[in-house]
């Protein structure tokens, strides 16, 4: 089974700019989540795509935003892009379906390294 | 609201002895899911164990597993015979009230000494 693929790798772009992030889940999973990590504030989700539609949203400007296609492929959107928006963009996929919710085990991509300058 | 803590920012550990990486979590929910990652210098963050909260054994993968302290809200993760392979940083999260988005704690950077 073929795991969470995310292109590109590697970004580096300008103050102002925008940028657009894909992320390929699992096949299977219809769940993708996002999450930003830096050194200062770790790990941050982002938001939750579940069968086309944003299910949970975390606290991000507007500026950040996601949608999922009917092959439950993610694209994540920055515009305007600033000097603090330099992470790691992680991407998560899961099967988001597990009763309770408890056991949702999430794989993740190998992410992609945004450096804007 | 959830909350997971790890109190080690980082441990060094000698190649091939055990190592215990503290969490405790906080919820008023008695349903929810405990959670360990790896976390490479590559980026990747890979699954390594799970802990259901009515789970009465604890979780073991191979050389990882889980002690689960319910009354004490703790999910600590040991790793037997380290290798050298295991520096890495170590994440725990937990799901629970229904949420399928897992809460992180800030990790525990772990560096395995030959």
Redesign the interface.
């Known amino acids: 089974k073929a795991g969470v693929t995310q292109t590109p790798r590697y970004l580096i772009k300008t103050r102002g700019q925008q940028v657009t992030l894909s992320c390929s889940p699992i096949s299977g999973h219809r769940?993708v989540?996002w999450y930003q990590q830096t050194p200062g504030q770790?790990?941050q989700?982002l938001f939750?795509y579940?069968s086309e539609t944003q299910?949970?949203k975390g606290n991000f400007p507007g500026r950040f935003s996601g949608r999922q296609f009917s092959n439950s492929r993610s694209e994540m959107n920055v515009s305007t892009l600033e000097l603090g928006d330099s992470a790691?963009y992680?991407c998560?996929s899961?099967r988001?379906t597990?009763g309770?919710?408890?056991?949702?085990?999430?794989?993740?991509?190998?992410?992609t390294?945004l450096t804007v300058l | 609201a959830q909350k997971i803590t790890q109190t080690q920012p980082g441990m060094f550990v000698q190649e091939k002895e055990a190592v215990t990486l503290d969490c405790t979590y906080d919820t008023s929910d008695q349903?929810?899911?405990l959670?360990w990652?790896k976390q490479p210098s590559?980026?990747?963050?890979?699954?390594l164990i799970?802990q259901?909260?009515y789970d009465e054994q604890n979780a073991t993968e191979g050389r990882y597993s889980l002690n689960f302290q319910k009354a004490r809200k703790s999910a600590n993760l040991v790793i037997s015979a380290s290798q050298l392979g295991d520096s890495a940083m170590y994440?725990c999260a937990m799901?629970?009230?229904?949420?399928?988005?897992?809460t992180?704690g800030?990790?525990t950077s772990l560096i395995v000494h030959p």
């Open positions: 769940s989540s770790g790990l989700f939750e579940f299910r949970n790691l992680l998560a899961s988001g597990s309770s919710g408890t056991y949702n085990e999430q794989f993740f991509g190998p992410g390294r | 349903s929810y899911g959670f990652y590559s980026g990747e963050m890979i699954f799970y259901g909260s994440f799901n629970s009230g229904g949420s399928y988005i897992p992180f800030r990790g």
